[in-house]
T-cell receptor
């Protein structure tokens, strides 16, 4: 059974640009959650999607957005990038909010 | 607001030693607790999931316990190996908390 995949694995962007990250969940999983990991703040929740609907949202500015498609694949978009957005972005998939979460390898975003 | 604390922040042991990692959380109204392992620059690997009604879970050399009333969990690793070197994270979800709340992790180094 294939695991959670994330693309691209690495990204370098310039301040002010926008970026889109992709996450393909484990087959059969309908919930996809996104997390930001930084050395200072640790792992912080961004949002969760279930069956194409955003169910929960963390405390991040509106520059961070996402969506989920009918095949459960999810994308996360960050507009007007700031230096502080440099982080490892992880997505997790599961059968639902309170089920075991399986994480992908992450996308390393560097903003210069 | 749920807060998760992991002690110690770092631990170095010789190969073959048994060890215990600690995790505490402030809100006992959790649905489940999950232990993860993270290798440098990589995603999270799920190790064990304990439902709130359970006291412990075992997988190979790993044993996780949960005392929900006192807000504590421990991860016991038997006969440690150099390959166990990684950061170990615990996370809780449940109650009014619809997202995984993570501790900062324990960096484990097992010396040959």
């Amino acid at each position: 059974k294939a695991g959670v995949t994330q693309t691209p694995r690495y990204l370098i962007k310039t301040r002010g640009q926008q970026v889109t990250l992709s996450c393909s969940p484990i087959s059969g999983h309908r919930s996809v959650s996104w997390y930001q990991q930084t050395p200072g703040q640790g792992l912080q929740f961004l949002f969760e999607y279930f069956s194409e609907t955003q169910r929960n949202k963390g405390n991040f500015p509106g520059r961070f957005s996402g969506r989920q498609f009918s095949n459960s694949r999810s994308e996360m978009n960050v507009s007007t990038l700031e230096l502080g957005d440099s982080a490892l972005y992880l997505c997790a998939s599961s059968f639902g909010t309170y089920y075991e979460q399986y994480f992908g390898p992450g996308t390393r975003l560097t903003v210069t | 607001k749920q807060e998760v604390t992991q002690i110690p922040a770092a631990l170095s042991v010789p190969e073959g030693e048994n060890l215990v990692l600690n995790c505490s959380f402030t809100d006992s109204a959790i649905y489940n607790l999950q232990w993860f392992r993270q290798d440098p620059g990589k995603g999270l690997t799920s190790l064990l999931l304990i439902q709130s009604s359970q006291r412990e879970q075992t997988s190979g050399r790993l044993n996780a316990s949960l005392d929900k009333s006192s807000g504590r969990s421990t991860l016991y690793i038997a006969a440690s190996q150099p390959g166990d070197s990684a950061t170990y994270l615990c996370a809780v979800i449940g109650g009014s908390n619809y997202k995984l709340t993570f501790g900062k992790g324990t960096l484990l180094t097992v010396n040959p």
